[in-house]
């Protein structure tokens, strides 16, 4: 196979910079990433890792991170985004069911697709956990689009037996067509299944319980759905499940939690909740622009992080709720849902959790969210003082300092810092103007 490289200051994680600190930060100012077929080679100085024959791609004032992984983004909702003045159930019902509804047209699943991984690598994402429909084809659509781009994704079609009209299965039919999807899907390509009843406002006890059965003959797959999101969420939940002890009680006695499972939202839970997911090993995704969007209410990382308890966590956009396709944008929303708390995220921290973070997360941190040799070669490259505003801003700035600077491009970037974005080795975007 040929080589070829893309040549900048490279940024990536070893670890968690919260516990680990800067010796967690790998950065190099004239570094290299060499790349054969879909794989990372090498990777050091310019000077030590470039030979002659590597054609190169070479961005002298970029920084070269990983690419970006989004662990809770909905394809089916990219008509919502921006849809004015609901909470989580009303939102429901007014725009996310109605535009789902449309999904059972295959024509409309692959058009959605296409659009919505562009939008993805256009925001510097190479690697996403997504939600399709209750439609079958929608996965087809979404999981084939995926693998004809090389790309690392985790889907599953959703499961819904009480749910509105036009988006329901059963628990049989839910369970089978899952099967079916897991059988053609999990493990071809970079493609991944993830069982996903919606929550369980629109999944029976029956159909939970065929969702941990599904988890339980398919080890190697995920679990997404969504907890604690919202208060009326939560006391419907109550009266669907009196028996249940709590909100996580009623997945948990459905098999449901474990190390592969990642549960959106988290943002109400008793004490008792953290201690299950701590104690499982289970992951409570954080997607602050829906959060506020939604007016759902505030994640609590520093609860979270208890040394006594902890829950490992993940961040998300969470898009049609959340507001935005740009993991940098979400990261600056999450600062400013800490900050109202009396907590604070730097930026180390945060482009930890957009890479290593999440990819250890899903536990293919041996694949992404990392420049290490071996790991597939999804990269993005992001431009600092890509707007006059971020020149402006960066011109008080030591160009030593790497946590000043990703501050500011975290807290004023957006999709125009993405300069371009590699999946498995091959450019899928680049900026144009």
């Known amino acids: 196979m040929t080589r070829h490289a893309v040549r900048g200051r490279l940024v990536w994680f070893t670890d968690d910079p919260a ?24 990777v050091g100085p310019a000077a030590e890792v470039l030979t002659p024959d590597i054609a190169v791609a070479h961005y002298p004032e970029a920084l070269i991170l990983p690419g970006l992984i989004d662990t809770h983004i909905h394809y089916a909702q990219t008509r919502v985004i921006g849809s004015y003045g609901a909470q989580l159930l009303d939102w429901l019902t007014r725009y996310t069911f109605p535009a789902e ?43 084939g689009a995926a693998e004809a781009q090389g790309m690392r994704l985790i889907a599953g079609k959703i499961m819904m037996d009480d749910g ?8 049989e039919s839910g369970y089978r067509e899952s099967k079916a999807l897991i059988e053609r899907w999990h493990g071809r ?10 929550f369980a406002v629109t999944s029976s006890r029956a ?33 669907r499940f009196p028996e249940a002890r709590d909100y996580l009680d ?16 988290c943002i ?80 180390l921290e945060a482009f930890y959790a957009m890479t290593l973070g999440n990819a250890r997360a899903l536990g293919l941190e041996a694949e992404i969210g990392t420049l290490q040799g071996g790991a597939h070669a999804d990269l993005v490259v992001l431009e600092p003082g890509a707007t ?10 030591d160009d030593d300092t790497l946590d000043e600077r990703l501050f500011a491009l975290m807290t004023m970037g957006d999709d125009r810092a993405v300069a371009a974005t590699y999946v498995a080795g091959r450019q899928v975007h680049t900026r144009t103007g």
């Open 19 to 42: 516990t680990a600190g800067a010796e967690a930060v790998r950065d190099i100012a004239d570094g290299a990433v060499v790349i054969e077929g879909a794989v990372i080679r090498a």
């Open 101 to 143: 509804r449309r999904f059972a047209d295959p024509a409309h699943c692959a058009s959605v697709a296409r659009f919505f991984l562009a939008e993805l690598f256009r925001n510097g994402t190479t690697a996403a956990v997504v939600y399709p429909t209750v439609h079958g084809h929608s996965v087809d659509a979404l999981c």
């Open 164 to 171: 509105p009209e036009g988006l329901r299965d059963t628990a």
């Open 189 to 198: 390509g970079r493609i991944g299944y993830a069982v996903t009843p919606r």
């Open 207 to 239: 159909q939970l319980e065929a969702a941990g059965a599904l988890l339980a003959e398919h080890p190697g797959c995920w679990l997404q759905t969504h907890l604690s999101e919202n208060r009326a969420e939560i006391q419907t939940v109550a009266e």
């Open 250 to 265: 009623v997945y948990d006695r459905a098999g449901l939690l474990g190390p592969r499972s990642l549960f959106g939202h």
């Open 268 to 347: 109400h839970l008793s004490a008792a909740e953290r201690q299950r997911l701590s104690e499982t090993g289970s992951v409570a995704v954080f997607c602050p622009t829906s959060n506020l969007f939604i007016g759902s209410g505030l994640f609590d990382l520093r609860t979270m992080r208890d040394a006594a308890c902890p829950v490992r966590v993940a961040l998300a956009t969470d898009v049609g709720g959340g507001t935005s396709y740009s993991l940098i944008r979400t990261a600056a929303e999450g600062y400013k849902v800490l900050q109202l708390q009396g907590q604070s995220w730097p930026a």
């Open 388 to 397: 006059p505003a971020l020149a402006h801003r960066l011109e008080a700035i």
